[in-house]
């Protein structure tokens, strides 16, 4: 099962339309997939005291990372960076549990023209930090804004291409690094 990383809390995000669209082409390779929306991560977990130990409504979260064969990550650029919230999201997750061997692909979007170069560079630093395994297909979405229709699809066919490329070599590259991805100890 690979799972997506719907990267913002934001309420009506294109976030979460790029992640719909995303899960699509998934769905249409047969490739199980599970979503975690950051709009839904539970209120408690923004509290200071949750480092030092995560709300027990942050484990669905956790497991759903912990459960994955891989991730991909779909985010916005805020500012020049990832949104806060997925930092602190990540942050929350089991060390080195969550990404230890664990192959990781990012999508990544921006109203301006460089379409979350930023970052994604940031979260390929994070993750590899981290010791995944990183997908060196990027996506990178500019002009977010003017490139989705009112239904949350791309105007352009070539961007939704570039994205079944993508889910499709990542599928592969998943299934590449399943027999050598060592257990890791909780």
């Known amino acids: ?18 992640t719909a669209v995303v899960a699509s082409l998934y769905a ?9 929306d950051l709009l839904d991560l539970p209120p408690a977990i923004f509290d200071p005291s949750a480092y030092a130990a995560p709300p027990a409504a942050f484990l669905p979260f956790s497991q759903g990372i912990l459960d994955a064969s891989g991730l991909v990550v779909v ?15 990540i942050d929350h997750l089991k060390f080195p549990q969550s990404f230890e061997a664990k192959p990781v692909c990012f999508t990544g979007f921006a109203a ?3 379409g979350a170069l930023r970052s994604v560079e940031q979260l390929q630093a994070i993750f590899g ?19 989705l229709d009112a239904d949350g699809r791309f105007v352009d066919a070539g ?14 590259f998943v299934k590449a690094l399943e027999g050598i991805r060592a257990p890791v100890k909780p």
């Open 1 to 18: 099962m690979i799972t997506l990383i719907s990267g913002t809390n934001r309420p009506g995000s294109n976030t979460r339309k790029v």
């Open 28 to 36: 249409e390779l047969g490739i199980p997939t599970k979503l975690i």
């Open 75 to 89: 985010t916005p650029e805020y500012n020049g960076s990832m949104p806060g919230v997925l930092k602190l999201f």
């Open 112 to 114: 301006g023209m460089w």
């Open 129 to 147: 930090y981290r010791n995944a395994h990183i997908f060196p297909k990027r996506v990178f979405l500019p002009g977010i804004g003017q490139a």
């Open 159 to 172: 961007i939704t291409d570039r994205l079944r490329e993508q889910a499709a070599g990542f599928s592969a």
